[in-house]
């Protein structure tokens, strides 16, 4: 697990993506990689030396934590808690003392497990249903 380059890692990091969001959920490839990829501070997760994991922190949008991505062939074995403390570190880093997600319905399981409360109604983005969830640090 390490802080990604965007540009540096721009292949590995729109590889997880595009598997996890565009193949396997279907959101559309022309949203996926978006105008506050380059702001937004990502880190990568590692089998060996391939990308099975990635996440990403908008700190200039008060710590939004976003594009959490697992290869599905990885998931259920820790990868996703990593990205997320990881994330939670550079947040604290940055001094905030919270941050937020627009977590997939699906996945607000996950988000509980991890401190996260669900503060506000359930939205569609690419047709795909998230609430809004927010965790203090």
């Known amino acids: 697990m ?3 380059d965007f540009d ?3 292949a590995a990091i729109r590889s997880v993506r595009f598997d996890v969001f565009v193949d396997e959920q279907h959101v559309p490839a022309s949203i996926e990689m978006d105008d506050r990829d380059p702001f937004c501070i990502h880190v990568l997760a590692f089998d060996d030396a391939a990308a099975v994991g990635t996440g ?17 062939s990885m998931r259920g074995q820790g990868v996703g808690i990593a990205l997320m403390e ?5 947040a604290k880093d940055n001094a905030l ?13 996950f988000y509980d497990r991890l401190g996260y409360r669900v503060t506000g109604d359930p939205f569609d983005e690419a ?3 998230h609430v809004r969830m927010e965790r203090k640090l």
């Open 86 to 90: 990881f994330l939670h570190a550079i």
């Open 2 to 4: 390490r802080r990604a």
């Open 127 to 129: 047709d795909i249903e």
């Open 97 to 109: 003392d919270s941050v937020w997600c627009n977590a997939q319905g699906v996945a607000v399981p």
């Open 8 to 10: 540096a890692d721009y």
């Open 56 to 72: 990403r922190i908008d700190l200039e949008a008060s710590g939004k934590i976003g594009r959490l991505a697992v290869l599905s």
